[in-house]
T-cell receptor, first 108, second 114 residues
Framework: AQRVTQPEKLLSVFKGAPVELKCNYS??????LFWYVQYSRQRLQLLLR??SRESIKGFTADLNKGETSFHLKKPFAQEEDSAMYYC??????????FGRGTSLIVHP | DVKVTQSSRYLVKRTGEKVFLECVQD?????MFWYRQDPGLGLRLIYF???????EKGDIPEGYSVSREKKERFSLILESASTNQTSMYLC?????????????FGSGTRLTVV
């Protein structure tokens, strides 16, 4: 079975502070991991994929197989980063499992 | 710009009504999905389809059915709406079973059952 845990329902930071949104997974094989974001009144959209090793809007995420984590990080948060963030795992099935989401609020 | 379009943004229905939620994608994607999104519960998969006329149950299929008569259209049906089906419903599609591809989501339909 595969599982994704986002331990924080809500993360509140001030503008310019570093941000780390936690994601832990449970899967015995080689996972494919994703971060999705949903800004207010917008559709859910793919933010980044671990396989791409890319930085999108200043966010990065590194797969740590030893700790089974895929935390999303940004060194300096901006107000426009306020959104709902979902971590997702694709394991043996091509159907991803989503975490419950973390709401990020960046205060001015 | 590729699109997944859900026909209604907001719907209000009465308990016991039969409800149809429509989703259309213009990307020639093989796979289509229906999720419900609830605060604190994240996204839960209701049904998915990997080909025309094919459907598979997700994690919470009870009280729902689906129809995929054409590749571009995937309908979610609430046979007899109940108040616990009040939720945000998200349709998504993906190109293939390859693990490299993410989903493209629709804007969502917020359904209220009274």
């Amino acid at each position: 079975a595969q599982r994704v845990t986002q331990p924080e329902k809500l993360l509140s930071v001030f503008k310019g502070a570093p941000v780390e949104l936690k994601c832990n997974y449970s899967y015995s094989g080689s996972p494919e991991l994703f971060w999705y974001v949903q800004y207010s009144r917008q559709r859910l959209q793919l933010l980044l994929r671990h396989i791409s090793r890319e930085s999108i809007k200043g966010f990065t995420a590194d797969l740590n197989k030893g700790e089974t984590s895929f935390h999303l990080k940004k060194p300096f948060a901006q107000e426009e980063d306020s959104a709902m963030y979902y971590c997702a795992l694709k394991g043996g099935s091509y159907i991803p499992t989503f975490g419950r989401g973390t709401s990020l609020i960046v205060h001015p | 710009d590729v699109k997944v379009t859900q026909s209604s943004r907001y719907l209000v229905k009465r308990t016991g009504e039969k409800v149809f939620l429509e989703c259309v994608q213009d990307m020639d994607h093989e796979n289509m999905f229906w999720y419900r999104q609830d605060p604190g519960l994240g996204l839960r998969l209701i049904y998915f389809s990997y080909d025309v006329k094919m459907k598979e149950k997700g994690d919470i299929p009870e009280g729902y059915s689906v129809s995929r008569e054409k590749k571009e259209r995937f309908s979610l049906i609430l046979e007899s709406a109940s108040t616990n089906q009040t939720s945000m419903y998200l349709c998504a599609s993906s190109l293939s079973q390859s693990t490299n591809y993410g989903y493209t989501f629709g804007s969502g339909t917020r359904l209220t059952v009274v």
